[in-house]
């Protein structure tokens, strides 16, 4: 049978043992670097839950829904560090592509863009949290390991994603409460990478992109009670993930600021007559939640 994921790193700590000066001394002299080959991730997975997008209609002022979530994971064994190296291996997200609209019938609509995206003046721009950058987030997406460690470092790091928007029932513009949203199309790309950095040099060592896609397809008919107004249309459940054979490199404006959240704005596109108009950047329903992602 073919060697465990485990067995080269036997032969790696019995050379370690049996060096003159000890491991630890050992490693700290090396000049030996991580290198790609060095790093074994198994147990890799990327899905979408298979389930449907929800829909809430508990509130008077808003439609709200839930898409299921895109979910990754991966066991990774990194080397022994050197001293005076620390390593971060994690998930780094970008969004590549959106299209978010909501329908008031003949009105107009509302739509969520990324102007620099849209207008292709960039390739992709950073899912971080907001404070993490590059990193997805800084609790399950990432580990941290601090060299001189005379072991190889075992751990899991893993991610999950998923929209949870509210979006008005009434015109965003108007001072009228009357519902009138007809449509919500939502249709957004996203490329996951998992990375291993070195935080001194700023080494990348890519080890598996992941492309997903979320859609969401709501129809409406705002004269029907609340509570019976909106259904599900099209594609019940996501298409799945696709773990790459080869790997993408990462687009600059992935690894920094702004995030999608910052980058985004809120335009109003009436059907005729005026142009679009900018409402907002990161809008705030009077409910108070976010109408974003």
């Known amino acids: 049978s073919e060697p465990g994921p485990w067995s080269h790193w036997t032969q790696l700590t019995i050379t370690f043992a049996c060096t003159a000066m000890g491991c630890i001394q050992s490693i700290a002299c090396s000049k030996s670097r991580v290198k790609r080959e060095n790093i074994v991730v198994y147990d890799l997975s990327a899905t979408i839950d298979h389930c449907p997008t929800l829909i ?81 987030g800084n609790t399950t997406e990432t580990v941290t390991i601090v060299g001189p460690t005379s072991k190889p470092s075992r751990f899991i790091v893993s991610m999950n994603d998923n929209f949870y928007p509210s979006v008005t029932w009434a015109v965003p513009v108007s001072e009228s409460n009357t519902p009138l949203l007809t449509n919500i199309k939502r249709d957004q790309s996203f490329t996951t990478w998992l990375v291993a950095l070195n935080t001194t040099s700023r080494e990348k060592i890519l080890l598996h992109t992941i492309k997903w896609r979320m859609r969401v397809d709501i129809v409406v008919d705002p004269s029907l009670p609340l509570g019976s107004r909106a259904r599900l249309v099209g594609r019940v459940h996501q298409d799945q993930p696709r773990v790459l054979t080869r790997m993408e490199p990462i687009p600059p404006n992935a690894m920094g600021r702004p995030n999608a959240n910052d980058a985004q704005v809120l335009m109003w596109r009436p059907r005729r007559g005026a142009e679009g108009i900018r409402l907002a950047a990161c809008c705030i329903v009077p409910n108070g939640g976010p109408l974003l992602w």
């Open 56 to 136: 809430e209609e508990s509130s008077p002022i808003v439609l709200r829904y839930k898409t299921p979530y895109f979910k990754a994971s991966a066991r990774v064994v990194m080397p022994p560090i050197p001293r005076n190296e620390t390593w971060v291996v994690g998930w780094i997200q970008a969004c590549t592509q959106m299209e978010f609209y909501n329908t008031y019938g003949d009105v107009g609509m509302s739509s969520w863009e990324l102007p620099q995206l849209r207008e292709g003046l960039v390739r992709a721009i950073s899912d971080s949290d907001g404070v993490s950058y590059p990193w997805y």
